[in-house]
């Protein structure tokens, strides 16, 4: 069965612009979440949907939103892009909440900020 | 807090021969899994094992096993017969639960397979 889709895989945008990606996660799975992996920081939890509703959100300012839809195709959406969000933003997706459930993540997308 | 800390940020390994990346804990959660993923430089990451909190066993998937030691917080990734296509990133995570579900990861530790 097909994996974690994320869309676009590379991206160059200018600082104050905003940017948008996409997230397709596996068949039948119903959870969605987020990462930013930057060297510095390493990889950090952005946030988490379950069945369109934000279950859970990391420590980013309010510019980082995202949302999930009935399909469970997620997106987030960086506005007023700072240099510091040039990192992999990665997606994983969970067939749910159970403790045992595995995360699949996509390949990423790149984002550079210039 | 929830944290883990991998204190290896690089490892060479002979091919063939098995190698042991450390990974540790911090949790007050009776209930967590601990998961290990392979980053190789094209950025995807892959899974490679999970163990749960209450599991009595060790987990095995192929050639990775885990080591898990739960009185010292501690869930080592152990692969044995290295091949040059283990040269990547690994990263130890914990699945916690705080309103939702999330991972947090370490900081990753390189492995470079020589041949």
Redesign the interface.
């Known amino acids: 069965k097909a994996g974690v889709t994320q869309t676009p895989r590379y991206l160059i945008k200018t600082r104050g612009q905003q940017v948008t990606l996409s997230c397709s996660p596996i068949s039948g799975h119903r959870s969605v979440s987020w990462y930013q992996q930057t060297p510095g920081q390493g990889l950090q939890f952005l946030f988490e949907y379950f069945s369109e509703t934000q279950r859970n959100k990391g420590n980013f300012p309010g510019r980082f939103s995202g949302r999930q839809f009935s399909n469970s195709r997620s997106e987030m959406n960086v506005s007023t892009l700072e240099l510091g969000d040039s990192a992999l933003y990665l997606c994983a997706s969970s067939l749910g909440q159970r403790q045992n459930y595995g995360y699949t993540f996509g390949s990423g997308t790149r984002l550079t900020v210039v | 807090a929830q944290k883990i800390t991998q204190t290896q940020p690089g490892m060479f390994v002979q091919e063939k021969e098995a190698v042991t990346l450390d990974c540790t804990y911090d949790t007050s959660d009776p209930?967590?899994?601990l998961?290990w993923?392979k980053q190789p430089s094209?950025?995807?990451?892959?899974?490679l094992i999970?163990q749960?909190s209450y599991d009595q066993q060790n987990a095995t998937e192929g050639r990775y096993s885990l080591n898990f030691q739960k009185a010292r917080k501690s869930a080592n990734l152990v692969i044995s017969a290295s091949q040059l296509g283990d040269s990547a990133m690994y990263?130890c995570?914990m699945?916690v639960?705080?309103?939702?579900?999330?991972?947090?990861?370490?900081?990753?530790t390189i492995l470079r397979v020589k041949s």
């Not at chain 2, 094209?42 to 899974?47: A, D, K």
Request: aromatic letters at 32%; proline letters at 0%.
């Open positions: 209930s967590y899994g998961f993923y094209s950025g995807e990451m892959i899974f999970y749960g990263f995570a699945r639960y705080e309103y939702g579900n999330k991972l947090v990861f370490g900081a990753g």
